[in-house]
């Protein structure tokens, strides 16, 4: 069973950082593009932060957070990241990866989501 778990949520000062990580665990034959959504309370779930499965991991990032946000992926540890810088109070969310990953049991990709970790940004 193909699992999404993320971790690295919490609260933190505006101005401050924060590193969110989702490890992709389970039989996995091949992990496609890998992204960061973020849903405030009241709000439609958005894109963060999206990068391909190539080598060279092409990124994409909504305009909210570029300059200030950094998503990588480990595809040795099955893992992506997302580095926020400069946090304001208008992150506060919960952040949820998502990716189109292709099991050992499977003959197509199949959409994952995680659970969600809460990011919560005070002035």
């Known amino acids: 069973q193909v699992r999404l778990v993320e971790s690295g949520g919490g609260l933190v000062q505006a101005g401050g950082s924060l590193r969110l990580s989702c490890a992709a665990s389970g039989s996995i034959l091949r992990i496609n593009a890998m992204v960061w959504y973020r849903q405030a309370p009241g709000k439609q779930r958005e894109l963060v932060a999206a990068?391909?499965?190539?080598?060279?991991?092409?990124?994409n990032y909504a305009d909210s957070v570029k300059g200030r946000f950094t998503i990588s992926r480990d595809n040795a540890k099955n893992t992506v990241y997302l580095q926020m810088n400069s946090l304001k109070p208008e992150d506060t969310a919960v952040y949820y990866c998502n990716a189109g990953i292709l099991s050992r049991t499977a003959t197509v990709s199949k959409n994952y989501w995680g659970q969600g970790t809460q990011v919560t940004v005070s002035s």
């Open positions: 990068i391909s499965s190539g080598g060279g991991g092409s990124t």
